[in-house]
């Protein structure tokens, strides 16, 4: 029953059969589904004390906000945490699979996991499916070698930084970071620095928008500040709520029953087999 | 016995309708060290025997109680690395079950793959059976369980068991002790008692092991100093 829980193709690695399909039918005209993809803000620097990781919560499906407040930083394990761009269900996996590794070696080794470890892990998966799992990551952790900070690539490069940004709203926020970043900042200093860059990615990138999460991860300790900041509350909402003109149907009860009702008078003994 | 022209092969029937190899791990099992496990009303306690082969061995780098998960702990009677590999594959076995029902697994489940694994070892060619039976503490929804498993794969819940070198005093004492309204704090004391009495020479906190979990759903392992005040609470 184990088996079920994780199909491994037989050789290993991807499977490219259905990729074949794939081609033969966009070749008779269907459109494939498009994914449902984080147009994203992620951020993640290095303070003082550790890491602060910074996402925004909108996940886009084309033009179209399909999720106004997803969560995009995800747990790795309880020092390390990891903010995802790209396909959201490509995130949510790989992060899910890499904790659960994480989490399985801790009780081998009865240690805290290193950052370096999971890194080693989600680039080798990524790696091997040759960028196809579209997940671009901000993997940010404190263990017992101090803070680090990685960022990771759909093809398996990583980068080892004190500030880093990803996602279609990095630019934006990569230019607060650069900016105004310097070594040794405080936790406030830092928070607010990280929310000013997402907040410069939600303002100015149309993939990204509705609040600020926040994470701040410090030695033996994190804290997961869900909805941080909220600088797009839904304003104008009409207190009389709607209203329907007097003739409109939706106002009326009327009750159809679909089939007669019979009642049913139980006559005679069981039928005999 | 008749039967030992059939005890060569694990996977042949004797006449008598014993698999000789599962016998024969049982006796393996039966001069291991004693360890023993008490389900009370709050928890429960599993304890055992920690005796290294010579004073030199560094103690504090032999743990024979394992958690399987942060509610669910273990300990065994045989042999300790056939142990190591069964802790393991549980502990992997655990962590499927979380990644795919996002629910703890519960202490059944894990009782149940755990025995099942055993038991395809009692079915296969060439394998033997585990020389260990496992007591399995844990504490979820259900309450506070405590199963034995066996290297037939067989598996039971017990309110009190004990296994290994000194089993039927062992059993005898806590037959005698055991009542259904025990606290943990009792029956770890219970469980001291009843390891004191098959113990070969002085029984201190560095050559008996004791893991507790109490209505919190966390397992833990106690220290020698927690030991010690157990054992001077019991004097």
């Known amino acids: ?10 050789k290993g690695g991807f499977s490219f059969d259905l990729c074949k399909r794939n081609d033969m039918l966009t070749q008779k005209g269907l459109k494939a589904p498009s994914f449902l993809k984080t147009g994203t803000t992620i ?5 003082k004390d550790g890491v602060i990781l910074g996402a925004d919560t909108r996940a886009t499906e084309g033009p179209i906000v399909a999720d106004k407040n997803c969560e995009k930083i995800h747990y790795m394990a309880p020092n390390i945490y990891c903010c995802g761009a790209g396909t959201a269900a490509d995130t949510e996996a790989v992060t899910d699979m890499v904790s659960s590794q994480l989490r399985l070696h801790r009780y081998q080794t009865s240690r805290d996991s290193r950052i370096i470890t999971a890194l080693t892990l989600l680039k080798k998966h990524l790696f091997s499916y040759q960028g196809h799992v579209s997940a671009a990551l901000v993997l940010g952790g404190v263990d017992i070698t101090g803070p680090h900070l990685h960022t990771i690539y759909p093809h398996g490069s990583t980068d080892t930084l004190p500030f880093a940004t990803m996602g279609s709203g990095s630019l934006a926020a990569m230019s607060v970071f650069e900016a105004k970043y310097k070594e040794g900042l405080t936790r406030d200093e830092g928070i607010k620095l990280v929310a000013e860059a997402i907040c410069s990615g939600i303002f100015n990138d149309l993939g990204s928008g509705s609040n600020v999460d926040i994470c701040v991860i410090t030695k033996g300790n994190n804290e997961y500040l869900r909805n941080y900041m909220e600088p797009n509350p839904r304003t104008y909402v009409s207190s ?3 209203s329907f003109t007097k003739k409109t149907e939706v106002l009326l009860t009327k009750i159809t029953p679909l089939l007669e009702r019979v009642e049913i008078t139980e006559v005679g003994e069981a039928m005999e087999e | 016995m008749g039967d030992s022209q059939y005890s060569f092969s694990l996977t042949t029937f004797s006449p008598s309708g014993k698999l000789v190899q599962i016998e024969h791990a049982l ?9 023993l496990g008490i ?9 055992t025997e920690k005796k290294l082969p010579s004073i030199l061995v560094d103690e504090a780098s032999v743990q024979k109680i394992q958690h399987l998960t942060p509610n669910i702990g273990t300990v065994y009677s045989g042999m300790g690395p056939d142990f190591r590999v069964l802790v393991r594959k549980s502990r992997k076995q655990a962590e499927q079950y979380l990644r795919l029902y996002k629910e703890p697994i519960p202490v059944t489940q894990l009782v149940r793959e755990t025995a099942t694994v055993m038991q395809e070892f009692t079915q296969s060619g060439g394998v033997r059976p585990f020389g260990v039976s496992l007591l399995v503490a844990g504490y979820d929804d259900k309450g506070p369980q405590l199963y034995q498993v066996d290297p037939s794969g067989s598996y039971f819940s017990w309110k009190a068991s004990a296994m290994g070198k000194n089993v039927s005093n062992a059993k005898t004492f806590l037959e005698k002790r055991y009542t259904e309204d025990m ?8 469980a001291i008692l009843t390891l004191k009495e098959g113990f070969e020479g002085e029984i201190s906190s560095k050559n008996i092991e004791i893991g507790k979990i109490g209505a919190d759903k966390i397992f833990r392992v106690l220290t020698p100093a927690e030991i010690d005040d157990y054992l001077a609470e019991v004097e």
Do not use: R, W
């Open chain 2, 27 to 35: 006796t393996a099992v039966g001069s291991g060290q004693t360890s």
């Open chain 2, 39 to 47: 389900k009370a009303s709050n928890g429960v306690v599993i304890a």
């Open chain 2, 183 to 190: 606290e943990l704090d009792d029956a770890i004391h219970t």
């Open chain 1, 1 to 10: 029953m184990s088996q079920s829980a994780v199909d491994v193709p037989p």
């Open chain 1, 43 to 47: 951020v993640g620097l290095i303070f």
């Open chain 1, 240 to 242: 009389k709520g709607y």
